[in-house]
């Protein structure tokens, strides 16, 4: 048995002016045949799952093409194009196939197409016709459109947020693929969009609602004939017509039965809309509130510079107020690659004054003017080998270097946006983040599993950025309508 191993996999911020083009995904973000497996089989990735799902089952998975960067604005018609013309002339070329395995995001959102997902399965759906299974994981991000579950099989997705069960959810999908190939199952999709977003501050699965929603899902899920149910949290910053939470069910040969299950589960969630918002805290009253703690160190969640929703990562929000307020057991990572090379010139040990942070359109804050000592300097690579936010092992911060200020914070500058998943992106580059009071994470959920270990207490900050808590703040254009909080007669 063969099954293609191919995938597009982006989060994409409709609000953010940076375009993920060719040069973007040619400079690393493209990987080809055997290139896949060195790139991902020992990680806790979807592909590093699909790997072991295949191996498991004694399959053949076969790797063509996976391309991925992160978040940033619509992927270019140029570099949608490409990619997924070159990854369907793969497909094409190399069959038959028994089945496919995808590995899609869910949010993607191209020039020349809203609904990008939808628009790469039906693709290959095209070339495979209908009846070959076609298995895809999605993030727990998607915005699931009908016209996307139309083209697949079996559709998983990530059910933790942070994301660690990626490789799990992949090997699971693998094997119902491989059933539905030998005839052993019948998959039976459907999908409930509900007419809600949620607020990005409220999609930890470690807290509620989320905890109790997920229960319900797994109920649900134990009944005879139930092959998966899945709460998806959808992703807030894409303006598309598919915005929004849904809820998935798979049974074994009866929709009927598939139908009252997603159903159910839909109703669990509309009964905890109201708890699915919030309100977020000021950077002024987060440093109130990290004084509070006696000792350790306290993790401020930067959501408006979110890197993992398609923040720059260069916000100096809470730097600055961090100096203003004489708060110096502080460290924060700012993408900012000619600060960055500036004081790899300098060298270690050098003195230099620099205006660090915020040097893009979308940037939120003002570059701030530091005086400091160049601690050190690295290549910016660095490795994660446990599970965390997606399962990634190989990081690429690019030139990268370490700078104590005089004013007390410690910035690592780096030249590639990294999202904060990992305390080793802290830790490779020699810096402890348990020796500072306030650590700065650039993300709301994805940073939790990678430094809750180090963190006595996580306050999400509602800073401004093209990731901000407050939907309120955005100009939606083509979002559905009704749409539960901007509307409140929404359902």
Known sequence: MRLALLGLYHETNTFSPVRADRALFTAGGVWRGTEIVEAYATSSTTNGGFLVGGAEQGVDVVPLMFAFVTPTGPITADAFDWLVGEMIEMLRDQGPWDGVLLNLHGAAVAENHADADAEIAARVRAVVGPDVPVGVVLDMHANLSQRLLDALTVTLVYQTNPHVDAKQQAIRCTELVVQTVRGEIRPEQVMVALPLVSNIACQDTSEEPMVSLLAKAREVAARPGVLSTSVIEGFPYADVPQLGMSCLAIHDGDRAEAQRAADELAAAVWEQRRELETTGISVDDALDLAALEPDGTVVLLDAGDNIGGGSPGDSTVILEAAIRRGRRSLLVVLCDPKSAQQCIDAGVGSTVSLAVGAWQSHSAGSPVPVDGTVRAVSDGRFEEPTPTHGGFRFFDMGPTAVLETTAGPTVILCSTAVMSTSAQQLLSV?????????????????????????????????????????????????RRRPLYPFESSAG
Do not use: C, E, W
């Open 430 to 478: 020699g810096v402890d983040p348990s020796d500072y009071r306030l650590v700065v994470a650039k993300g709301v959920n994805s940073p939790r599993a990678g430094y809750a270990p180090i963190a006595v207490r996580m306050l999400v900050v509602d800073t401004d950025g093209v990731t901000a808590m407050g939907l309120d703040r955005f100009a939606y254009q083509h």
